[in-house]
């Protein structure tokens, strides 16, 4: 399998997926920064510090451009090794990505490379692939957990 130096190239599914609270862009909503929707900011020298920082796996790790998220139809947007598990977003015009011939083969190639279990978010509903639906609940919690802790507070 010939793998290449990663880009984003015509992807931009980061831009569809998720949230940029700093500009008011809700997940699952495209950027207006991205017309196309094919690549390319407009805003690349402000963009937010939320999109500078923001870690695709496709682009930390030698994964065939098969695999990039617009071709997949989802992302792996970060992972939590204390307790092996990564996360993808996937994209909900696609719901059955992660069942797809390549969609298997991404996640089975993560859980070997030691992720036990993969927790998927569709359109803001949490999933988990695990063979163990205790890690499953645990891990749905502590996404829970974090997702309000992230939650902006008032006052
Ligand atoms: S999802 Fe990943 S590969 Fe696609 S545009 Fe965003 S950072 Fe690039
Ligand atoms: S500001 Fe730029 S990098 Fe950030 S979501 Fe919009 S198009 Fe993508």
Redesign the pocket.
Known sequence: MAFHTQSCGDC?L??TL?G?SS?G?PPNQH?P??PTGKGG????DR??KQ?GGFECGYLTAPIAVQFRPDNIHFIITGEDRKLRCQFIDVDPKFPHATETPNGRYLIGMMRAGGYRDIVVTTGGAHRVISDSPARAAILIHELEKRQQAAQPTSG
């Not at 900011?41 to 690349?44: D, T």
């Open positions: 931009s980061c831009c998720l940029v500009i862009k950027c920064h991205c900011c407009q805003i690349y963009q937010p999109c």
